[in-house]
């Protein structure tokens, strides 16, 4: 798990959650929580869009591993995903 915060919030990510998707095959997205100092809380699967998966054959977002690392500045959350383009990586604003 990653813990990040400042005065403006909270954000919490387990980057090894998974969800399973057509044919069976898991995919580590990684999910993180939003917690805001007016008390709502969103919910971020910024690597969870099916299309993106697999893109011919090559692991787009589906080793992504979101929230990785993570840091918040102004309320603004920045999320790492070291797994996204077949472990390039990416950093997700």
């Known amino acids: ?3 990040a915060w400042d005065e403006k919030g909270l954000v919490a990510c387990a980057p090894k ?3 399973t998707l057509r044919g069976g095959n898991p995919r580590l997205n990684g999910i993180c ?5 007016k008390k709502i809380v969103r919910r ?3 690597l969870g869009e099916p299309a993106n ?3 011919d ?3 787009m977002y589906s080793w992504g591993q979101a929230g990785f690392s993570a840091t918040m500045d102004q309320g603004q959350v920045v ?8 472990w390039n990586g990416k950093k997700i604003p």
Do not use: C, D, S, Y
């Open 33 to 37: 929580h939003l917690w805001t100092e």
């Open 44 to 46: 971020l699967i910024p």
């Open 53 to 55: 998966q697999v893109r």
């Open 57 to 59: 054959k090559f692991p």
């Open 79 to 86: 999320i790492g995903a070291p797994g996204v383009n077949a």
């Open 17 to 19: 959650w998974q969800r």
């Open 1 to 3: 798990m990653t813990l």
